[in-house]
């Protein structure tokens, strides 16, 4: 059984919204091997990254960077996974203000270090949440489950 960790801070219902939309997405009843674990950043630890085959993040965009709790939880998570979890694949996911550049490039410069493989482009969610948006964000959830199921990644 392979185990999908999604970390992601949800301040509000949009973004509890786009997180349970993930995570329906990887639950899907197509996918029976995957086991998936949600989990807010101040509950996450690097055990959890440790055990996880994938990982999806996500984050809001504040004040032009990540939220300051997925900081926190990358702080904590970044020397203890450090060798063990290179090449561990990921994607992100972000409820931004503004265009949400902020958010991935400073996300995207801490995983650089840990040598992670993207699965596919962050999805950002601008303005205001829409179904289509929540569309994209099951697709992600189902994308990464049916790849590490496949042991594609």
Not at 4 to 29: F, K, M, R, W, Y
Not at 43 to 72: C, H, P, Q, Y
């Given at each position: ?30 996918i ?61 996911f ?31 969610c ?28």
């Open positions: 059984m392979k185990r999908l960790l999604i970390v992601s801070n949800c301040p509000a219902q949009s973004t509890t919204d786009i997180q349970e939309a993930v995570a329906a997405g990887a639950q899907h009843e197509d029976n091997e995957v086991h998936v674990m949600v989990k807010e950043p101040l509950d996450a630890n690097a055990d959890d990254v440790l055990e996880a085959d994938g990982l999806l993040l996500g984050t809001t965009e504040n004040f032009g960077s990540m939220s300051g709790l997925i900081k926190d939880f990358m702080e904590r998570i970044y020397y203890p996974v450090l060798e063990q979890k290179q090449g561990m694949p990921y994607a992100l972000i409820k931004a203000g503004e265009d949400g550049q902020g958010a991935v490039s400073s996300l995207q410069r801490i995983i650089t270090g840990l040598r992670w493989q993207e699965i596919q482009a962050p999805i950002i601008t303005g205001e949440l829409t179904m289509p948006f929540l569309e994209r964000a099951t697709e992600l959830g189902m994308t990464m489950a049916a790849g590490l199921e496949a042991e594609i990644y």
